[in-house]
């Protein structure tokens, strides 16, 4: 198949997705977002605010020499931009405006348990950021404003990029499709595809990005996890090791043993719990984990709460990831914690899991599984929201 753009009339199935595009080829769709969703983004002014925050990853890049200075900004620093080309992009922005958060929703086609965050990039007349490379995916959704993109037609993996710069980028020109956009319209772009942006008017871009961990944070993460529980953490004592391995020499037999010893912490029932704590974390440091609440419910005050005009919501900002562990029970990971589900408490979070608020009334499995919603409620994974208001 070509990796040429193609253009699509909506949104690829589930299907269609991981057969024809996922890592494969870049898809341009048209008005693939709602009004009213693109009506609650956040704007450039509430942006700009953002990237004052002392705890926000920010950074501003003036177009005239790639020049790229980090946060946290104040009110001088855009006044001082002038009138040559700049961008302010702001990462993570899904947790500090929940509006902006919504467009999740949007991809849940994608594994939403490889979502990284929501960027979101202002750029004014001609602004950009050069032609690069990503090492993930990402779905760039056109905010207001309009936008030029040239993207490649193949992956690169070798190229060569301006020395002595902070940003990575390429020396020459992306050769591919290009295109313009406007609000609404979604670009996806498979890892290692070139790209360029250059601002058609003053523009707002969002991009959802879905990053995969590099084998040494998988192999590190773990092994902080096997160091925190003494049970998984089994010392290598040599079983089986013959005379072959007497003295300074290594067997092949022993090499052999040793990479068993490795193997066999991913074949437990631990690994997958783990995996589902690990993919619900935040990438940026700054950002508390989310805890227990303040105030939280008692299990008659979250049931009063639930049977009265409040309905129940998984917020879209929140990160859930959910995994077989054993017969009839799963692995509901949230923010690096773990929390067990039984088979039949599974059709209620699945439903919960759409993020669309739910009461007793249109279901009534709610109220039978009040124990692990309350707590989840406490840990401030899920939300009551007034639905008495039409």
């Not at 990853?57 to 177009?63: I, Y």
């Not at 620093?77 to 302010?88: E, R, V």
């Not at 609440?293 to 049931?303: K, N, V």
């Not at 692995?331 to 408490?345: C, K, N, Q, V």
Request: charged letters at 20%; aromatic letters at 10%; hydrophobic letters at 40%.
């Amino acid at each position: 198949m070509s990796s040429s753009l193609a253009i699509l009339d909506a949104l690829p199935s589930i299907v269609d997705f991981y057969a024809h595009y996922w890592n494969k080829r870049p898809f341009l769709v048209r008005d693939a977002i709602d009004q009213t969703v693109m009506d609650g983004l956040i704007t450039p002014d509430e942006l700009a605010g953002l990237s004052m925050e002392e705890t926000v990853r920010a950074r501003m890049v003036a177009q005239q020499d790639w020049s790229c200075r980090f946060g946290p900004f104040t009110e001088k620093d855009f006044t001082n931009a002038g009138k040559s080309p700049w961008t302010l992009l702001v990462q993570n922005v899904e947790q500090y405006h929940p509006d902006t958060a919504t467009l999740l929703r949007a991809f849940n086609f994608a594994p939403r348990w490889l979502m990284d965050d929501i960027m979101v990039s202002f750029s004014t007349k001609g602004g950009g950021i050069g032609g690069h490379i990503d090492s993930y995916h990402v779905f760039l959704v056109q905010g207001q404003g309009a936008r030029r993109w040239t993207i490649g037609r193949e992956p690169r993996f070798d190229d060569a990029y301006i020395d002595s710069l902070d940003l990575k980028i390429l020396k020459d020109p992306v050769d591919g499709d290009t295109v313009d956009v406007t609000s609404g319209d979604i670009l996806y772009i498979p890892p290692h595809f070139a790209h360029e942006g250059t601002t058609v008017d003053d523009a707002l871009t969002f991009s959802v990005g879905f990053l995969g961990p590099k084998l040494s944070e998988l192999y590190g993460a773990y092994g902080q996890y096997l160091a925190d529980h003494d049970d998984l953490d089994h010392r290598y004592v040599g079983a089986g090791l013959n005379a072959d391995s007497a003295g300074l020499t290594l067997a092949t037999d022993a090499v052999a043993a040793l990479r068993d010893h490795l193997a066999h912490p991913l074949r437990t029932p631990a690994f997958s719990a783990w995996l589902a704590a690990f993919f619900t974390g935040s990438t940026n440091d700054d950002i508390a984990p989310y805890n227990e609440r303040d105030e939280t419910l008692s299990p008659a005050a979250f049931t009063q709460a639930l049977q009265g005009s409040a309905g129940l919501i998984k917020p879209a900002y929140v990160k859930f990831a959910l995994t077989p562990s054993s017969e009839g029970t799963y692995t509901l990971g949230f923010d690096r914690e773990t929390f067990d589900i039984s088979d039949a408490a599974l059709s209620v979070i699945l439903r919960l899991m759409q993020e669309d608020a739910v009461t007793p009334t249109d279901l009534p499995a709610l109220l039978d599984h009040l124990d692990i919603l309350c707590t989840l409620y406490n840990h401030q994974a899920l939300e009551f929201v007034d639905i008495s208001v039409p």
